[in-house]
């Protein structure tokens, strides 16, 4: 009886729990050569907002997404990958089992990965230029726009949205890599791993959502350097170049998972060349990186990281439109022939190992732990000539300096043909002076190598020092950080992310003797600091670099000049929530956090004697927060608007919060911490032919500060009896914004042809007049400022590459893996950082306080017109071919080749620059630009490069 009562009643209830029960799609996604499951797959139904992501495990779910009934195509897209499509039909209350997904390694798709390094290492070899960006080099995504900002606007130096690129965060297994000094990741640290980097990175578009980490403006790029997440196999390539080195070897190999639970991951490299594009520039750089995974049981992993990439390299600078008219864009000051020999004086080292210990932890289906500890050692460091050498003597009972050199550079202003035609007559022998120089730079413009070496023995004859040496400004960090990293899912619609993170910092600074120059020591004073130094014995401690140890003489491998140290701790915690529904994706994020800064002096510097400079200073702190929004509504599944917003306050860096760390505890008045207030919105539309973004953006910055270090001419105050003295220009209060509009847009046109446009119309301003006073040697513990105290930069132009950028191009993919791309790029609005100094009042008024009598407004107006570079193209080529071969015992290798011609019909252009603040007074600088030679000191150029190639070799098991 109650077996017939139940059979009833579930007839009965069967149609209301078919009802009940939501139809839904599964399957597993795997690499068609490996066969292994393959995580973060994009797995969506064509036309509507139905859309997710394989697990771990290769494995996708529409579970609790309500699938509308009909039939669809199932797409799946993973980058490096082709995408595959796959006709479905959904019924009611039905599961439909895809079983296993096959998607095939794009063999064509290799512009990514040889391109990318060629572009970073362009940029990362220019030196001490912070103003080029790189925080887009591993953006390239599926985004039209940013894979245009990556790989064509890069080369002209081009900022996404006008940000530095420290506002873009750089991980390593979610922890931070950008340095507290800058601020900018340290792109050397793991260069020469592309095949590492490119094959396990997770990317956040600007200040969207991020599972690791709150991120900032600029965008998050996560890399993975996970033994187990690393694509199974091997690759070796061999690449050649005329940009910044001249050939690349290539070794990596990662196990995958074996069935002992262990994965390994292996990679070499080598970088070298005798010069790249610019004169004078050598290449000498290694990469190693190991990756070590242990799987203990289902929900305990261990993996040890560990990379080290040591380089050395010449940089060039900034030249006049003089020096270049005389010699060319490939034009670098920096070296000279020792011997027979090429020798820069300008040498960049970098050796700072990593080292990564993770632990992963499956708490459970729905919440993952993951903790990381990291230890950073290392040195970083660029040479320099000194020609500061001095011969310690006797006069009247009493020690004094005699010695120093002139200036040995050889774009030294005195080397110059416009240094003899200053006057507003030049006479006939002016003119002949002005020949001779030409004639001499033209012929020579370089470091005269064995001058020096001749002067530094003559002074040991004697019994002097060395004049000129070789030393090296070091910064050796030594960083701790430790984070742990939580993600649940709380429900089908609700995902939690989470973290804590610490970081600790003791940064050593000083300056190192890396070459006496064929002499046998080096007497540690300071010989320009003053005048009066040299000859009244009161006043000689002043030229001291540590009264503690006068008259210091020292040999190679020793410190001098400057010894400080750096302590920064930092700490924060982050929190998001994800939400995810049928029409609308959105997210909210917050983060909380406290940064200190202390200096500790090893010196006792002789301006800035006792407390001033020698040991702790003043610890700084500072309270950090962020809070960002937004999300996607679907209008459809090929209609989305997305919108961003972002309050974010950051300590400043650094470099940036003391007014002069070599030589004291001094801390730029007035610091605070950084605002930033941003948002965008935006309207995305995508079919199976067409992907477009199109995206406006408004950002604002406060509160920023920048310390400069130069040698002027021009100061108005009684305090500087001659107007000269090198100084510490510190500006403060800076505002900015930056407002503008970005598009991409594809069109699949055949399934061989794609055309593409990218671009972006940006203003970026400086929106007040921020605060400015000097500090320096020559007026110790005090501060000059002119007029109201203010530098008058409001309105003028955001330095730091085009403000307008626009692509236009084509892509040939042929079925049989050759491939062919043209791109036309055009740059606009590009324009030179003014010189806050020169817009002070300074400019305007004599040392009495009173306008200069010749004071003429129109023509200050043209004297301080902030200059724009010239709009231009450049064109870039690519081509690629890739062929399948059948190996011993049926396994399959790929070998191909990728090449790329930049700037393919050799346009010059202009990159960047900076305003001269050496004469910075109204007559001083009026005289210089006008005087008949040209200016002496005018505007510094960067000049971007000619055309250039890039051609690489592989072969894939």
Request: aromatic content about 16%.
């Amino acid at each position: 009886m109650n077996k017939k009562l139940l059979y009833v009643l579930s007839l009965l209830l069967l149609p209301f729990l078919l009802l009940a029960q939501e139809a839904n799609i599964v399957g597993e996604v795997v690499d068609s050569e490996t066969e292994e499951p393959m995580p973060n797959v994009a797995v969506y139904l064509e036309g509507t907002a139905f859309a997710t992501k394989t697990n771990a495990y290769g494995q996708f779910s529409f579970e609790g997404q309500s699938l509308k009934l009909g039939d669809f195509v199932l797409i799946i897209e993973k980058e490096d990958y082709s995408s595959k499509k796959f006709p479905v039909q959904i019924t009611e209350g039905a599961t439909l089992e895809m079983g296993q997904l096959y998607l095939q390694y794009d063999l064509t798709d290799e512009k990514r990965r040889m391109g990318t390094i060629s572009l970073s290492d362009d940029e990362i070899g220019e030196g001490d230029d912070a103003s080029f960006n790189i925080s887009g080099l591993l953006q390239a995504s599926r985004d039209t726009y940013l894979r245009a900002a990556a790989f064509d606007f890069s080369a002209a130096f081009f900022r996404p949205r006008g940000y530095d690129n420290a506002r873009g965060k750089v991980l390593v297994n979610g922890l931070e890599m950008n340095k507290q000094f800058t601020g900018r990741p340290q792109w050397g640290n793991w260069g020469g791993m592309n095949d590492i980097i490119n094959s396990s990175r997770e990317f956040s578009m600007y200040s969207e959502a991020n599972e690791y980490t709150f991120g900032d403006i600029a965008g998050t790029t996560n890399l993975v350097m996970r033994a187990s997440q690393m694509r199974k196999g091997g690759r070796v390539s061999n690449a050649f170049s005329n940009r910044t080195y001249e050939g690349r070897v290539m070794a990596s190999y990662n196990t995958g998972m074996n069935s002992k639970g262990w994965a390994f991951s292996f990679l070499a490299s080598r970088r070298y060349g005798d010069e790249g594009f610019r004169e004078g520039t050598p290449y000498d750089a290694n990469s190693f990186f190991i990756a070590v995974e242990k799987r203990i049981n289902e929900k305990h992993s261990l993996n040890l990281t560990s990379f080290y990439a040591p380089n050395r390299r010449g940089i060039g600078t900034a030249i006049t439109q003089e020096m270049r008219d005389l010699k060319g864009i490939q034009y670098n000051p920096n070296w000279g022939y020792q011997n027979g020999k090429v020798r820069s004086t300008r040498i960049r080292r970098t050796e700072e190992p990593v080292f990564v210990l993770s632990h992963f932890w499956d708490l459970n289906d729905k919440i993952k732990i993951n903790t990381n500890a990291m230890y950073q050692t290392g040195r970083f460091g660029t040479t320099r000539v000194n020609n500061g050498g001095t011969r310690l003597a006797q006069l009247d009972g009493q020690d004094i300096y005699l010695g120093g050199a002139r200036n040995p550079s050889p774009i030294y202003y005195q080397n110059l043909p416009s240094y003899f035609l200053q006057d507003n007559n030049p006479s006939a022998a002016d003119y002949q002076a002005a020949w001779f120089a030409r004639e001499r730079f033209v012929e020579g413009g370089q470091f005269e190598w064995d001058k020096m070496y001749e002067t530094n023995f003559n002074n040991l004859a004697t019994g002097g020092n060395s004049t000129f040496v070789l030393q090296e400004d070091r910064v050796d960090d030594t960083q701790l950080q430790f984070n742990s990293i939580i993600e649940a899912e709380i429900n089908q619609n609700i995902r939690f992310n989470g973290s804590v993170n610490y970081r600790y910092l003791l940064s050593e600074n000083f300056a190192e003797l890396a070459d006496l120059l064929g002499g046998e020591r080096f007497l540690d004073v300071d010989f320009f600091a003053e005048e009066s130094a040299i000859v009244a014995g009161s006043l000689q401690e002043l030229a001291q670099s540590d009264v503690r140890n006068p008259n210091r003489q020292v040999t190679e491998g020793e410190r001098f000049q400057y010894n400080y140290e750096i302590e920064a701790r930092v700490a924060n915690a982050f929190s998001q929530f994800q939400f995810t529904y049928n029409k609308l994706d959105f997210y909210v994020g917050g983060n909380f956090g406290k940064t200190y800064y202390q200096r500790n002096g090893l010196y006792e510097n002789g301006f800035f004697r006792g407390d001033k400079s020698f040991g702790k200073g003043k610890e700084l702190d500072f309270t950090t927060y962020g809070v960002k929004l937004g999300g996607v509504y679907k209008i459809t599944g090929r209609h989305m608007v997305q919108l961003n917003a972002s309050r974010l306050q950051n300590a400043p860096t650094i470099q940036n919060s003391y007014s002069n760390a070599r030589q004291n505890h001094e801390i730029v008045d007035g610091l605070t911490e950084v605002k930033i207030n941003s948002a965008d919105i935006g309207y995305i539309f995508r079919t199976p032919k067409i992907k477009a973004r199109v995206s406006g953006y408004y950002t604002t910055f406060e509160d920023e500060t920048d310390v400069g270090f130069y040698f002027t001419q021009s100061i108005t105050d009684t305090r500087v009896s001659d107007g000269s003295s090198f100084i510490q220009e510190v500006t403060s209060g800076i505002d900015r914004r930056h407002t503008g509009l970005e598009f991409g847009f594809e069109y699949q046109v055949t399934p061989t042809i794609l055309l593409k446009t990218a671009g972006n119309f940006g203003q970026y301003i400086y929106t007040n007049d921020p605060d400015l006073y000097l500090t320096g040697r020559d007026f110790p513990g005090e501060q000059i400022s002119f007029g109201d105290g203010k530098t008058s930069v409001k309105n003028l132009r955001v330095p730091g590459g085009p403000q307008q950028a626009y692509q236009l191009g084509f892509e040939y993919r042929d079925p049989d893996y050759w491939n062919i791309g043209l791109t036309a790029n055009y740059f606009a609005d590009n324009y030179i950082s003014p010189s806050f100094f020169n817009r002070s009042d300074n400019f305007v008024v004599d040392n009495e306080g009173f306008p200069f009598p010749d004071y003429n407004e129109e023509e200050a107006r043209k004297l301080l017109q902030q200059e724009k570079f010239s709009n231009y193209f450049l064109f870039n080529l690519t081509g690629g071919k890739s062929w399948k071969i059948n190996g011993p015992n049926n396994k399959r290798y790929f070998v191909g080749f990728f090449a790329v011609i930049g700037n393919l019909f050799d346009q010059e252009f202009t990159s960047g620059g900076f305003e001269q603040s050496r004469r910075a007074a109204f007559g001083d600088r009026g005289e210089d630009l006008n005087s008949p030679g040209g200016p002496l000191f005018g505007n510094r150029y960067f000049y971007g490069f000619g055309r250039t190639y890039y051609l690489n070799f592989y072969l894939r098991f």
